[in-house]
């Protein structure tokens, strides 16, 4: 079948197929549903337009904060004030990296290598997930997570839905420097600057090269703010949401086309492979996934950044 727009000829099989296993993974680990949308629409698919690449590539990353966010907020795992700082920024810089990347990445042969440097970021931290530390510190944040997702049940079924409040995330000061809230009995406190300045430099990257932004925003959370994983995601995805969508609408508005038939066509190849992913995953050993996963954006990273280069010393094409 021949796409207009992205002036490719594709089976629709095979852009199902792939994007229902992008969806898989995005779902299974939550990362790199950017990153292997954006590897399929180069080199799977074979477009050739950056500008139309990016955007679409951002499309697809909104399914997940779509659905996600009303369930974080009715949760009370969200820290709103924070994510709407993260949002703030985000709007400035997606507005800024759109418009440079629109500018002076339009040419696959600049915006190929950079797409593979990210690619190579993410390769990195799948490797470092592979760790036995980082599987130990995992596997206490998904315990915790579990025992509170089981409180959250246990006071609803007992009727005592007044009790979340305790539980949830709940704001006790709130100012452009000093922010402070508790969650689980515990206080946390952050300068609401600092969220908008992480934001605008996320959406920048993000927007630049078209992907979602979380692989920078949940460290940034976790780690330079304190925030427990059981709030960072919710936080990160509405921010991602804000961003995304005003980085698509920017490249639209500056004269970049999205290919609809090609997204109605990975659209539900990425639901399909959502669905699949929580339902197979109890299957397949999360290791082993990260692991295979890791093995192979380290070979697209390399190929996309110093493919060329080898090429023209080997003879040998690698990607």
Do not use: C
């Amino acid at each position: 079948m021949y796409f207009h727009v992205a002036g490719v000829s594709v089976n629709p099989i095979v852009i199902i197929l792939w994007m229902l296993f992008v969806g898989f993974v995005f779902s299974t680990i939550g990362a790199a549903g950017g990153i292997l949308a954006g590897v399929g629409h180069i080199t799977i698919f074979g477009l050739k337009k950056a500008n139309t690449i990016k955007p679409m590539n951002q499309v697809l990353t909104l399914i997940s904060p779509i659905v996600s966010t009303p369930v974080y907020l009715r949760e009370k795992r969200l820290v709103v004030p924070a994510a709407v700082s993260l949002g703030l920024g985000g709007i400035v810089g997606a507005l800024l990296g759109s418009w440079l990347s629109h500018t002076y990445l339009p040419a696959m042969t600049s915006y190929k290598p950079l797409f593979g440097v990210i690619t190579l970021v993410i390769a990195v931290r799948m490797w470092i997930e592979t760790t036995p530390a980082s599987r130990a510190k995992k596997q206490s944040e998904q315990k915790a997570s579990k025992a509170f997702e089981a409180r959250v049940k246990e006071l609803k079924q007992a009727g005592r839905l007044n009790e979340l409040k305790d539980i949830g995330v709940r704001f006790e000061e709130l100012g452009l420097t000093k922010n402070r809230f508790t969650f689980a009995g515990e206080t946390f406190r952050y300068n609401a600057l600092s969220p908008f300045l992480a934001g605008l430099v996320v959406a920048v990257i993000s927007a630049a090269l078209g992907v979602g932004g979380g692989f920078l925003l949940v460290p940034y959370l976790s780690s330079m703010l304190g925030f427990p994983m059981f709030i960072v995601a919710g936080t990160s995805t509405l921010s991602i949401l804000v961003s995304s969508l005003i980085s698509i609408g920017n490249y639209v508005r500056m004269g970049s086309r999205l290919d609809y038939p090609m997204i109605g066509f990975e659209l539900i190849g990425i639901l399909a492979g959502s669905y699949l992913g929580p339902t197979l995953s109890k299957y397949i050993k999360g290791l082993y996934l990260k692991g295979f996963l890791a093995v192979v954006l380290t070979y697209i990273g390399v190929g996309y950044v110093f493919g060329t280069v080898i090429q023209h010393a080997t003879g040998i094409r690698i990607i």
